[in-house]
């Protein structure tokens, strides 16, 4: 299993980390990522296929304590974060003006 962090954008968003299979990161996070936002994850991937993916997240929460590390990271209403991971990868993180974050 891996540990996805929830990030929304709502004032009383808890930033929940939830377990998820391989084959459901795989859905949320291609190939090399770490960072997704639902617009493109719904893009990208058929309704039915999220649909029953997060029916399966959302049973799985994890208790921050608990969790043994954060896989990925899933922005909901946060289009402004995008311009801080333009290669949806935490670690490479940067400014709007190309600095790195770290």
């Known amino acids: 299993m891996?540990?996805?962090?929830?990030?929304?954008g709502a004032d009383n968003a808890m930033y929940d980390i939830f377990a998820a299979t391989e084959d459901e990161f795989a859905l949320i996070f291609p190939a090399g990522q770490d960072?997704?936002?639902?617009?493109?994850?719904?893009?990208?991937?058929?309704?039915?296929?999220?649909d029953h993916a997060f029916a399966a997240i959302w049973q799985r929460r994890v208790a921050k304590a608990e969790a043994k590390g954060i896989h990925g990271i899933l922005f909901y209403e946060m289009p402004q974060k995008k311009q801080y991971y333009p290669t949806r990868r935490d670690e490479a993180a940067i400014n709007p003006d190309g600095t790195r974050l770290r």
């Open 2 to 8: 891996r540990n996805i962090q929830v990030i929304d």
């Open 35 to 50: 960072v997704a936002f639902i617009d493109e994850v719904i893009a990208r991937t058929p309704v039915a296929a999220l």
